[in-house]
């Protein structure tokens, strides 16, 4: 199994962006598929954006579709969130999770198997 491990988080201006970060542990990283949800003050847990094992396919909310981008780099067992643009609505805390199984990609946005204890991204003027 791998253990999530977020980092990247911070507070950002309207309009500008941030990178987050994943390293998750595990010799069989390349086997996950990999993802990331959000938890903003008050709302429940959404779905962001996963890709497949190998990146060939992603996956994302309509609220960040063309302004978050996900991309991981087997070679390192990380995987990151490129988020530009950034709102007020965006403020929340980023999880990264992970999920061996196989399934359309579509289907991880319900839930993943293991997460990360999250990273907190404030944006604000």
């Known amino acids: 199994q791998v253990q999530p491990v977020e980092s990247g988080g911070g507070l950002v201006q309207p309009g500008g962006s941030l990178r987050l970060s994943c390293a998750a542990s595990?010799?069989?990283?390349?086997?996950?598929?990999m993802g990331w949800f959000r938890q903003a003050p008050g709302k429940e847990r959404e779905f962001v954006a996963v890709i497949s094992w190998n990146g060939g396919s992603t996956f994302y909310a309509d609220s960040v579709k063309g302004r978050f981008t996900i991309s991981r780099d087997n070679a390192k067992n990380t995987v990151y969130l490129q988020m530009n643009s950034l709102k007020p609505e965006d403020t929340a805390v980023y999880y990264c999770t992970a999920d061996v199984r196989q399934t359309e990609i579509w289907r991880y946005s319900f839930g993943m198997d293991y997460w990360g204890k999250g990273t907190l991204v404030t944006v604000s003027a």
């Open positions: 595990g010799r069989t990283f390349s086997s996950y598929a």
